[in-house]
């Protein structure tokens, strides 16, 4: 039977019997056994945070397991410090990451291409380039998809007028490009989508680094930020420290205040809110609403939410046995959808999926997460957070975790912003081990 | 009473640690470098896996954010006990970090890094 008639095959069934009734029984016949005399193979989809990790860390556990990662990317461009890139501060090369140390240090296959399905039944995943993989375990981080039917207005063309920029490269540079051109005394309009999103501090640090770089080359310009929810991550913190550092320059609209962003005119950059208010913008940022990447669909491991539901203990997708699912694409609340924690879960994906290859049980899992926003190069805050499971929830212990000090020192929000730098080069370290 | 180890190790604990630190010297817990009770290495090392996000594979890279790998393990745990107790003034994350984890899981912690390349 060829590759298409399988999945075509798959596809009927599922429609015969209901995805319903028939996930229990996939998920019924548990891990299936490796094919004898190898310790396994490892299909990774997607080399950012989650899935570069969790090869990586596959790998350090039992080098005799074959990781093959897919990614269609030669070069991985991080969202972290991108917004860096888009205030000028930084270069868009210092923030790219290739894949040389995963193969030449640690024997991962990469295959540029991009995974179009998987079976979950065969266990196969088809690629760009017509092949067809088979794997013993299936690990998913594809992060993020837009959703560009949520919000009207926003399609793939206006993305290239009015740039979300929340996957970074192309749409940086072209972000940058436009902040560049725009005249001194127009307004940088951003429009932030409802939870969950990837990176909940991300528009408010990305708002902060616009202004400071208007503070220093565009004067009488201003940042409006349309909110589609009535509080965000660290607004203590950001709002007084735009105060302190900005003055009226930031302009912050939530829920209430009639911030929600309902249509989007990207050709003439202008944006309508819930109760027909119109705003014009010099530069216009829409950071849209989101679900689990693509493929995860695919899969059939994301639930109605447009997100995948996991076994906490170790991020096997609750939906299809064998698959495991890290990053952003995840249902892991309290954690949030950032590098940190996608980098962190690729580990306790990755220490599951050998100890299910070696047959021998699973280790208690663990996670941290701390994400650092910069309000300019040397102000610093950040959210920290300490996860472990009980009862198979994801807990944070009491009395751990939580913000910078309200009151802090002004060294304090200087380290931050010092160590805002140590940890990205050590998470990019620790995650492709290259800098370009 | 140090032996000339002991003696540079104390040199690199900060001043308001030290009393702290001669405790547990006495206590004997810096002679023990064996892989703490409790914890397998696997487990350690999940649990140590979230501490390279910061201090690099293994804790090694060495920058702003100081290598925490093959630091005497007295040191490790004399500084992550500070933070989870609140006793280390110039603490900014570590402090909301070292409590989400108990006195043992800070120990085999601490162990594990000073023991990176005895495994
Ligand atoms: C402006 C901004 C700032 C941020 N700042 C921070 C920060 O300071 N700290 C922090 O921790 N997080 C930050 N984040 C969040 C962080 O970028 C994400 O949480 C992180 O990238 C999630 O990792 P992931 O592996 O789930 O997805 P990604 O890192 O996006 O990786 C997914 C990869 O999968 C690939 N892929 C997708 N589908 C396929 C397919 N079908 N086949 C093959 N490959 C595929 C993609 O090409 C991509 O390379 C920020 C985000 C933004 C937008």
């Given at each position: 039977?060829s590759e298409?008639?399988?999945?075509?095959?798959?596809?009927?069934?599922l429609k015969?019997v209901?995805?319903?009734s028939?996930?229990?029984?996939?998920?019924a016949?548990?891990?299936?056994?490796?094919?004898?005399?190898?310790?396994?193979?490892?299909?990774?989809?997607?080399?950012?945070?989650?899935?570069a990790?969790a090869?990586?860390?596959?790998?350090?556990?039992n080098?005799?397991?074959?990781?093959?990662?897919?990614?269609p990317?030669?070069?991985f461009?991080?969202?972290?410090?991108s917004?860096l890139?888009?205030?000028g501060?930084?270069?868009?090369?210092?923030?790219?990451?290739?894949y040389?140390e995963?193969?030449?240090?640690?024997?991962v296959?990469?295959?540029?291409?991009y995974?179009e399905?998987?079976?979950?039944?065969?266990?196969?995943?088809?690629?760009?380039?017509?092949s067809?993989?088979?794997y013993?375990?299936?690990?998913?981080?594809?992060?993020?998809?837009i959703?560009?039917?949520a919000l009207?207005?926003?399609?793939?063309?206006?993305?290239?007028?009015?740039?979300?920029?929340w996957q970074?490269?192309?749409q940086?540079?072209?972000?940058?490009?436009q902040?560049?051109a725009?005249?001194?005394?127009?307004?940088f309009i951003?429009?932030a989508?409802?939870?969950?999103?990837?990176c909940?501090p991300?528009?408010?640090?990305?708002?902060?680094?616009?202004?400071?770089?208007?503070?220093?080359?565009?004067?009488?310009s201003?940042v409006?930020?349309?909110?589609s929810?009535?509080?965000?991550?660290?607004?203590?913190?950001?709002t007084?420290?735009?105060q302190?550092?900005?003055g009226?320059r930031?302009?912050?609209?939530?829920?209430?205040?009639?911030?929600?962003?309902?249509r989007?005119?990207a050709?003439?950059r202008?944006?309508?809110?819930?109760?027909?208010?119109?705003?014009?913008?010099?530069?216009?940022?829409v950071?849209?609403?989101?679900?689990?990447?693509?493929?995860?669909?695919?899969?059939?491991?994301?639930?109605s939410?447009g997100?995948v539901?996991?076994n906490?203990?170790?991020f096997?997708?609750?939906?299809a046995?064998?698959?495991y699912?890290v990053?952003?694409?995840?249902?892991a609340?309290?954690m949030?959808?950032?590098g940190?924690?996608?980098?962190?879960?690729g580990?306790v994906?990755a220490?599951?999926?050998?100890a299910?290859?070696e047959g021998?049980?699973t280790?208690?899992p663990?996670w941290?997460?701390?994400?650092?926003?910069?309000?300019?190069?040397?102000y610093g805050?950040s959210?920290?957070?300490v996860?472990r499971?009980?009862n198979n929830e994801?807990?944070?212990?009491q009395?751990s975790?939580?913000?910078?000090?309200s009151?802090a020192?002004?060294?304090?929000r200087?380290?931050e912003?010092?160590?805002?730098?140590?940890?990205?080069?050590?998470i990019s370290?620790?995650?492709w081990g290259?800098?370009? | 009473m140090?032996?000339k180890?002991t003696?540079?190790?104390?040199?690199?604990?900060?001043?308001?640690?030290?009393?702290?630190?001669?405790a547990?010297v006495?206590?004997?817990?810096?002679?023990?470098?064996?892989?703490a009770?409790?914890?397998?290495?696997?487990?350690?090392?999940?649990?140590?896996?979230?501490?390279?996000n910061?201090?690099?594979?293994?804790g090694r890279?060495?920058?702003?954010?100081p290598?925490?790998?093959?630091?005497?393990?007295?040191?490790l745990?004399?500084?992550?006990l500070?933070f989870?107790?609140?006793?280390?003034p110039?603490?900014?994350v570590m402090?909301r970090?070292?409590?989400?984890?108990t006195?043992?899981?800070?120990?085999?912690?601490?162990?594990y890094?000073?023991n990176?390349d005895n495994k």
């Amino acid at each position: 039977m060829s590759e298409e008639n399988k999945t075509l095959s798959r596809r009927s069934l599922l429609k015969g019997v209901g995805a319903a009734s028939l996930l229990p029984i996939l998920s019924a016949c548990g891990a299936t056994a490796v094919s004898k005399g190898t310790a396994g193979h490892v299909v990774v989809v997607g080399g950012g945070f989650g899935g570069a990790t969790a090869a990586k860390y596959i790998k350090r556990g039992n080098p005799a397991i074959a990781v093959t990662l897919i990614e269609p990317k030669k070069t991985f461009y991080t969202c972290p410090f991108s917004n860096l890139v888009l205030a000028g501060e930084r270069s868009l090369d210092s923030i790219g990451h290739n894949y040389q140390e995963l193969k030449e240090v640690y024997g991962v296959e990469v295959v540029h291409a991009y995974a179009e399905d998987v079976d979950p039944v065969a266990h196969t995943v088809r690629l760009s380039t017509g092949s067809t993989l088979k794997y013993d375990r299936l690990v998913l981080s594809p992060g993020i998809d837009i959703r560009w039917d949520a919000l009207e207005g926003y399609d793939q063309a206006a993305a290239e007028l009015a740039p979300h920029a929340w996957q970074a490269g192309e749409q940086t540079r072209l972000l940058r490009r436009q902040l560049e051109a725009m005249d001194d005394g127009d307004t940088f309009i951003l429009s932030a989508p409802a939870n969950p999103f990837r990176c909940p501090p991300g528009p408010y640090e990305r708002a902060s680094l616009i202004a400071h770089y208007f503070s220093q080359h565009k004067p009488r310009s201003k940042v409006l930020i349309l909110d589609s929810k009535d509080n965000f991550s660290k607004q203590g913190l950001f709002t007084s420290a735009w105060q302190e550092v900005y003055g009226d320059r930031i302009e912050w609209v939530g829920l209430s205040g009639d911030g929600k962003v309902v249509r989007v005119d990207a050709q003439k950059r202008e944006v309508e809110t819930e109760f027909g208010t119109r705003h014009k913008a010099g530069v216009l940022n829409v950071v849209p609403p989101q679900k689990a990447g693509k493929i995860a669909e695919r899969a059939g491991v994301t639930n109605s939410s447009g997100w995948v539901p996991v076994n906490p203990r170790t991020f096997e997708a609750e939906l299809a046995a064998d698959i495991y699912v890290v990053g952003d694409a995840t249902v892991a609340a309290p954690m949030p959808k950032s590098g940190f924690a996608a980098n962190a879960q690729g580990k306790v994906a990755a220490a599951a999926i050998v100890a299910s290859l070696e047959g021998t049980s699973t280790v208690d899992p663990h996670w941290a997460n701390t994400c650092y926003s910069l309000i300019n190069p040397d102000y610093g805050i950040s959210v920290a957070g300490v996860y472990r499971l009980e009862n198979n929830e994801i807990v944070s212990p009491q009395g751990s975790g939580g913000l910078s000090a309200s009151d802090a020192d002004g060294w304090v929000r200087r380290a931050e912003a010092e160590y805002a730098v140590g940890w990205y080069n050590a998470i990019s370290q620790d995650t492709w081990g290259t800098r370009l | 009473m140090f032996s000339k180890k002991t003696k540079k190790i104390l040199n690199s604990v900060p001043n308001h640690l030290k009393t702290g630190f001669y405790a547990l010297v006495l206590g004997g817990f810096l002679i023990s470098s064996a892989q703490a009770e409790g914890f397998s290495q696997r487990q350690v090392e999940v649990m140590a896996g979230s501490c390279a996000n910061c201090h690099g594979t293994e804790g090694r890279l060495a920058g702003v954010v100081p290598a925490i790998a093959k630091r005497p393990a007295g040191v490790l745990e004399a500084q992550l006990l500070a933070f989870k107790r609140d006793e280390e003034p110039r603490a900014t994350v570590m402090d909301r970090i070292a409590k989400g984890y108990t006195e043992e899981e800070l120990r085999a912690l601490a162990h594990y890094f000073a023991n990176l390349d005895n495994k």
